[in-house]
Protein backbone atom coordinates (compact mmCIF):
# COMPACT_ATOMS: atom_id res chain seq x y z
CA UNK A 1 0.00 0.00 0.00
CA UNK A 2 1.34 3.16 -0.72
CA UNK A 3 2.36 5.48 1.90
CA UNK A 4 0.02 8.58 2.69
CA UNK A 5 1.64 12.38 2.65
CA UNK A 6 1.65 12.23 6.59
CA UNK A 7 3.41 8.68 6.59
CA UNK A 8 6.26 10.10 4.16
CA UNK A 9 6.55 12.77 6.43
CA UNK A 10 6.54 10.17 10.00
CA UNK A 11 9.64 8.43 7.50
CA UNK A 12 11.72 11.23 6.79
CA UNK A 13 11.26 12.40 10.56
CA UNK A 14 13.34 9.48 11.47
CA UNK A 15 16.16 10.64 9.76
CA UNK A 16 16.22 13.68 12.13
CA UNK A 17 19.10 13.72 14.77
CA UNK A 18 19.41 15.37 17.98
CA UNK A 19 20.97 19.35 17.74
CA UNK A 20 19.84 19.39 13.87
CA UNK A 21 19.35 22.97 11.69
CA UNK A 22 16.61 21.48 9.07
CA UNK A 23 15.05 23.58 6.32
CA UNK A 24 11.59 21.87 5.31
CA UNK A 25 10.76 22.50 1.65
CA UNK A 26 6.98 23.51 0.45
CA UNK A 27 4.02 20.75 0.09
CA UNK A 28 4.88 17.26 2.02
CA UNK A 29 8.03 18.37 3.86
CA UNK A 30 6.26 21.02 5.87
CA UNK A 31 4.38 18.09 7.35
CA UNK A 32 7.46 16.68 8.78
CA UNK A 33 7.36 19.14 11.70
CA UNK A 34 4.22 17.07 13.26
CA UNK A 35 6.44 14.13 13.59
CA UNK A 36 9.35 15.28 15.13
CA UNK A 37 10.50 11.95 17.26
CA UNK A 38 10.30 12.33 21.04
CA UNK A 39 13.76 12.61 23.27
CA UNK A 40 15.76 15.05 20.59
CA UNK A 41 15.64 18.74 19.85
CA UNK A 42 15.84 20.29 16.51
CA UNK A 43 15.15 23.05 15.25
CA UNK A 44 13.46 23.98 11.97
CA UNK A 45 14.61 26.98 9.90
CA UNK A 46 12.46 28.99 7.14
CA UNK A 47 13.77 31.00 4.42
CA UNK A 48 11.74 33.76 4.99
CA UNK A 49 13.48 34.37 8.12
CA UNK A 50 12.43 32.06 11.54
CA UNK A 51 15.03 29.33 13.34
CA UNK A 52 12.71 27.40 15.44
CA UNK A 53 9.57 26.35 13.89
CA UNK A 54 7.15 24.22 15.74
CA UNK A 55 3.85 22.64 14.69
CA UNK A 56 1.09 23.90 12.69
CA UNK A 57 -1.54 25.89 14.71
CA UNK A 58 -4.69 24.65 15.99
CA UNK A 59 -7.54 27.56 16.05
CA UNK A 60 -6.52 28.53 19.60
CA UNK A 61 -3.18 29.12 18.37
CA UNK A 62 -2.76 30.41 15.01
CA UNK A 63 -0.80 33.67 14.55
CA UNK A 64 -1.86 35.44 10.85
CA UNK A 65 1.12 36.89 10.91
CA UNK A 66 3.30 33.99 11.75
CA UNK A 67 4.03 31.98 8.43
CA UNK A 68 6.39 29.58 6.89
CA UNK A 69 8.40 30.25 3.22
CA UNK A 70 4.95 28.76 1.55
CA UNK A 71 2.76 31.38 3.34
CA UNK A 72 1.36 28.64 5.77
CA UNK A 73 0.75 29.54 9.36
CA UNK A 74 2.90 27.56 11.86
CA UNK A 75 4.07 27.83 15.38
CA UNK A 76 7.62 28.92 16.74
CA UNK A 77 9.28 26.95 19.71
CA UNK A 78 10.70 28.38 22.95
CA UNK A 79 13.96 30.06 21.44
CA UNK A 80 12.94 30.42 17.65
CA UNK A 81 14.59 33.69 16.62
CA UNK A 82 13.20 36.27 13.40
CA UNK A 83 15.57 38.07 11.41
CA UNK A 84 15.77 39.16 7.43
CA UNK A 85 15.47 36.38 4.96
CA UNK A 86 19.16 37.72 3.94
CA UNK A 87 20.44 36.39 7.02
CA UNK A 88 18.04 33.24 6.37
CA UNK A 89 20.03 32.60 2.83
CA UNK A 90 23.29 33.15 4.36
CA UNK A 91 22.76 30.58 6.80
CA UNK A 92 22.16 28.58 3.77
CA UNK A 93 24.60 29.37 1.72
CA UNK A 94 27.45 29.11 4.39
CA UNK A 95 26.64 25.21 5.05
CA UNK A 96 24.87 25.92 8.40
CA UNK A 97 21.94 23.35 8.13
CA UNK A 98 22.13 19.80 8.80
CA UNK A 99 19.48 18.38 6.67
CA UNK A 100 17.21 20.07 3.87
CA UNK A 101 13.78 18.09 2.72
CA UNK A 102 12.57 18.87 -0.33
CA UNK A 103 9.56 17.82 -3.27
CA UNK A 104 10.64 17.36 -6.92
CA UNK A 105 9.03 16.67 -9.82
CA UNK A 106 11.94 14.63 -11.56
CA UNK A 107 15.19 12.79 -9.44
CA UNK A 108 17.39 11.32 -11.97
CA UNK A 109 20.14 8.45 -11.47
CA UNK A 110 22.96 11.32 -10.91
CA UNK A 111 21.25 12.85 -7.85
CA UNK A 112 20.00 15.78 -10.08
CA UNK A 113 16.86 17.42 -9.14
CA UNK A 114 13.57 19.46 -11.06
CA UNK A 115 11.49 20.86 -8.78
CA UNK A 116 10.36 24.27 -10.29
CA UNK A 117 9.29 24.15 -13.37
CA UNK A 118 7.00 22.55 -16.04
CA UNK A 119 7.14 24.54 -19.19
CA UNK A 120 3.72 26.00 -20.54
CA UNK A 121 2.72 26.50 -16.73
CA UNK A 122 2.26 29.59 -14.70
CA UNK A 123 4.76 29.56 -12.20
CA UNK A 124 6.06 31.95 -9.27
CA UNK A 125 9.80 31.31 -9.79
CA UNK A 126 12.30 29.08 -8.18
CA UNK A 127 12.53 30.36 -3.98
CA UNK A 128 14.73 29.25 -2.35
CA UNK A 129 15.33 26.13 -3.80
CA UNK A 130 18.59 26.52 -5.75
CA UNK A 131 20.21 27.56 -3.08
CA UNK A 132 19.02 24.97 -0.64
CA UNK A 133 20.40 22.41 -2.89
CA UNK A 134 23.75 24.65 -3.22
CA UNK A 135 24.22 25.23 -0.17
CA UNK A 136 23.22 21.66 2.21
CA UNK A 137 25.09 18.20 1.72
CA UNK A 138 22.37 16.33 3.32
CA UNK A 139 19.32 16.51 1.17
CA UNK A 140 16.26 14.07 1.07
CA UNK A 141 13.90 14.27 -1.76
CA UNK A 142 10.19 13.14 -0.76
CA UNK A 143 7.62 12.56 -3.67
CA UNK A 144 5.12 10.89 -5.20
CA UNK A 145 6.99 7.37 -7.14
CA UNK A 146 5.25 8.12 -10.39
CA UNK A 147 2.40 10.72 -11.92
CA UNK A 148 -1.52 10.56 -12.11
CA UNK A 149 -0.62 8.74 -15.66
CA UNK A 150 1.62 5.78 -14.26
CA UNK A 151 4.87 7.75 -15.43
CA UNK A 152 7.83 7.35 -13.50
CA UNK A 153 9.72 10.66 -11.58
CA UNK A 154 12.67 8.64 -11.21
CA UNK A 155 14.66 8.99 -14.41
CA UNK A 156 17.69 8.23 -16.27
CA UNK A 157 17.72 11.79 -16.71
CA UNK A 158 15.79 14.98 -15.59
CA UNK A 159 13.13 15.91 -18.63
CA UNK A 160 12.45 19.22 -16.43
CA UNK A 161 14.29 22.39 -16.26
CA UNK A 162 16.91 21.48 -13.12
CA UNK A 163 17.06 22.85 -9.64
CA UNK A 164 20.46 21.35 -9.17
CA UNK A 165 22.70 18.93 -10.73
CA UNK A 166 24.48 15.95 -8.47
CA UNK A 167 23.17 16.91 -5.13
CA UNK A 168 20.54 14.72 -4.06
CA UNK A 169 21.76 11.54 -2.06
CA UNK A 170 18.17 10.18 -0.90
CA UNK A 171 14.73 10.21 -2.58
CA UNK A 172 11.81 9.16 -0.49
CA UNK A 173 8.74 8.26 -2.23
CA UNK A 174 5.16 6.50 -1.69
CA UNK A 175 6.75 3.53 -2.60
CA UNK A 176 10.20 3.00 -1.36
CA UNK A 177 13.23 4.69 0.15
CA UNK A 178 15.84 4.68 -2.32
CA UNK A 179 19.68 5.91 -2.14
CA UNK A 180 21.63 7.42 -5.25
CA UNK A 181 24.87 6.79 -5.58
CA UNK A 182 27.60 5.27 -8.52
CA UNK A 183 24.81 6.49 -11.28
CA UNK A 184 22.04 4.14 -9.98
CA UNK A 185 18.82 4.38 -7.46
CA UNK A 186 19.53 1.79 -4.84
CA UNK A 187 16.34 0.51 -3.01
CA UNK A 188 17.10 0.05 0.76
CA UNK A 189 13.38 0.31 2.02
CA UNK A 190 9.52 -0.53 0.73
CA UNK A 191 6.66 0.78 1.97
CA UNK A 192 4.49 -1.97 3.79
CA UNK A 193 2.85 -4.32 1.36
CA UNK A 194 4.34 -2.79 -1.60
CA UNK A 195 6.20 -5.45 -3.83
CA UNK A 196 9.78 -4.89 -5.29
CA UNK A 197 8.34 -5.58 -8.83
CA UNK A 198 5.63 -2.89 -8.04
CA UNK A 199 8.92 -0.53 -7.39
CA UNK A 200 10.82 -2.33 -10.32
CA UNK A 201 8.25 -1.93 -12.42
CA UNK A 202 7.39 2.09 -11.55
CA UNK A 203 11.55 2.99 -11.97
CA UNK A 204 12.47 4.38 -15.45
CA UNK A 205 16.36 4.87 -13.85
CA UNK A 206 18.37 2.11 -13.41
CA UNK A 207 17.43 0.45 -10.09
CA UNK A 208 20.07 -1.90 -7.62
CA UNK A 209 17.73 -4.28 -5.93
CA UNK A 210 19.20 -6.45 -2.93
CA UNK A 211 18.55 -9.76 -2.05
CA UNK A 212 16.61 -8.60 0.86
CA UNK A 213 14.90 -5.36 0.92
CA UNK A 214 12.94 -4.17 4.44
CA UNK A 215 9.66 -2.70 4.65
CA UNK A 216 9.46 0.65 6.19
CA UNK A 217 9.02 0.96 9.91
CA UNK A 218 7.33 4.27 11.34
Known amino acids: MALSREQLAQRVAKELKDGYYVNLGIGIPTLVANYIPAGIEVMLQSENG ?41 MIRGGHVDLTVLGAFEV ?11 PGKLIKGMGGAMDLVAGAENIIVTMMHADK ?11 LPLTGYGCIKRVLTDLAFIEIKDGAFHL ?23 EHVPEMVF
Open 108 to 118: DVDGSIASWMI
Open 149 to 159: YGNSKLLPKCE
Open 50 to 90: LLGMGEFPTEETIDPDLINAGKQTVTAVKGASFFSSAESFA
Open 188 to 210: LERAPGVSVEEIVSKTAGKLIVP
